[in-house]
């Protein structure tokens, strides 16, 4: 059982450049997440995705887009990458019902020159 | 106010000890709680959840949670140092899909 995946684990990118982060689940949760952790610091929310076809901003949605392609996928995208960017990113999901539980990625470590 | 406040640390503690997680929150819809643990490096992980007022216990980990006061907190007895780690607070609001995390308290346990 995978659970969630993200790709890339890490990516270095230089001021300006865009990116797509990707998040897949193969749990058939309802719900999806992105999150942002900076060093030392909480999570942040970034976007969230309650279900399919639908998306929401978070606490720090500003200069990141969000696409729930299906069920499975909520993507990530740095239109123009800043070095205030540089963060370690988390997808995670949730049933959205019963099991309360967050399954999380891995993790994308992302810098930005 | 920040949605979810929780004292940042380091909190130090002697092997052994009990340590004190704090967590308020300001949503007073809220009606779930939740506590993840977070090694270095690694992706969080549920510990604790609780959704009732009172406390509730599991092995060395009790959370406790007053829904007036709006605060939930973590008590860990006999410390160990595999306990060394970051705690997030995390209840869940009114808007039940909209998951905030506090800021973390860092815990280590010192030898």
């Known amino acids: 059982n995978a659970g969630v995946t993200q790709t890339p684990k890490f990516q270095v990118l230089k001021t300006g450049q865009s990116m797509t982060l990707q998040c897949a689940q193969d749990?058939?949760?309802?719900?999806m997440y992105w999150y942002r952790q900076d060093p030392g610091m909480g999570l942040r929310l970034i976007y969230y995705?309650?279900?399919?076809?639908?998306?929401d901003k978070g606490e720090v949605p500003n200069g990141y887009n969000v696409s729930r392609l299906n069920k499975r996928e909520f993507s990530l995208r740095l239109e123009s990458a800043a070095p205030s960017q540089t963060s370690v990113y988390f997808c995670?999901?949730?049933?959205?019902?019963?099991?309360?539980?967050?399954?999380f990625g891995s993790g994308t470590q992302l810098s930005v020159l | 106010q920040k949605e979810v406040e929780q004292n940042s640390g380091p909190l130090s503690v002697p092997e052994g000890a009990i340590a004190s997680l704090n967590c308020t929150y300001s949503?007073?819809?809220?009606?779930?709680f939740f506590w993840y643990r977070q090694y270095s490096g690694k992706s969080p992980e549920l510990i604790m959840s609780?959704?009732?007022?009172g406390d509730k216990e599991d092995g060395r980990f009790t959370a406790q949670l007053n829904k007036a006061s709006q605060y939930v907190s973590l008590l860990i007895r006999d410390s160990q140092p595999s306990d060394s780690a970051t705690y997030l607070c995390a209840p869940r609001g009114s808007s039940a899909s909209k998951i905030i995390f506090g800021s973390g308290t860092r815990l280590s346990i010192r030898p």
């Open positions: 995670a999901s949730w049933k959205g019902q019963g099991d309360e539980k967050l399954f």
């Open positions: 949503d007073r819809g809220s009606q779930s």
């Open positions: 749990m058939n949760h309802n719900s």
């Open positions: 995705s309650a279900s399919e076809g639908t998306t």
């Open positions: 609780i959704y009732s007022n």
